[in-house]
C-alpha cells in the first residue's frame, strides 16, 4: 500500500458507513477496488476509525487549480447526484422536470424520477422529449448548475438535522483521487 492509499484509506476509514457506500460509489472502478482492498484491511486490523482526520484534511486542502476556473454547466450537473437534483427540481412542474432530464442521459436520471411521489412519476414520463438542445437546453443547465451549490446545503442541513450523515461532496471525492 502506497502513502498515499494509506492516508486515503484512512480518510475514508473515519467516515461514516453511508457516507463511505457513497464516496466508493463516485469513484472509478480500479479507484473504488482498491480503496475498498484497503478499507477491508483497516477492519481486519481493527484500526479505529477517526472521524477527525476529514476536517483536518479540508482545512488543509484548497482547491486544485483546475477547479477555480469555469467549471461545465453539464459537468457540475452530472456531479451532483439524486438528492441535490431532487432539492433543485423537486417543486417544479413536471413538464420542466422532463424537459431537464430530456436534455442528456443524466447519471442521477432514474434515481430522481423514483424519488418522485407516483403520481409525479409518471406525469414526468410522459412529459420526457425525444430530443431537447439548443438554446433551451443551455439555458436549463446554466440555470440549475447555478442552483448546486445551495441544493448541496440543503441536503447536507437535512441529512444532518435526520442524524443520516452528511456527504462530504465533489471536493471530498478530489481529496481522495489526488491521494489514490
Given at each position: ?5 494509506r492516508q486515503s484509506a484512512l480518510l475514508v476509514h473515519g467516515l461514516a458507513q453511508a ?39 479540508l482545512a488543509q486542502v484548497g482547491p486544485r487549480p483546475a477547479a477555480r476556473g469555469k ?110
Open positions: 500500500m502506497s502513502d498515499a492509499s457516507d463511505r457506500d457513497w464516496l466508493l460509489t463516485q469513484l472509478p472502478e480500479n479507484d473504488r477496488a482498491r480503496l475498498a482492498g484497503h478499507l477491508a484491511e483497516l477492519a481486519e486490523l481493527g484500526v479505529p476509525a477517526d472521524p477527525g482526520l476529514l476536517d483536518t484534511v467549471t461545465d454547466p453539464r459537468q457540475t450537473l452530472r456531479r451532483a447526484g439524486a438528492e441535490v437534483m431532487l432539492q433543485l427540481l423537486g417543486q417544479e412542474p413536471a413538464w420542466m422536470i422532463g424537459t431537464v432530464l430530456s436534455i442528456e442521459s443524466w447519471p442521477w436520471r432514474e434515481a430522481l424520477v423514483e424519488g418522485l411521489d407516483a403520481s409525479r412519476r409518471e406525469r414526468v414520463r410522459q412529459a420526457l422529449r425525444p430530443n431537447v438542445a439548443g438554446a433551451l437546453a443551455a439555458s436549463c443547465v446554466e440555470k440549475l448548475a447555478a442552483g448546486v451549490p445551495a441544493a448541496r446545503q440543503a441536503v447536507r442541513e437535512s441529512r444532518a438535522a435526520s442524524g443520516r450523515g452528511t456527504h462530504w461532496g465533489h471536493k471530498f471525492k478530489e481529496v481522495v483521487r489526488q491521494w489514490l
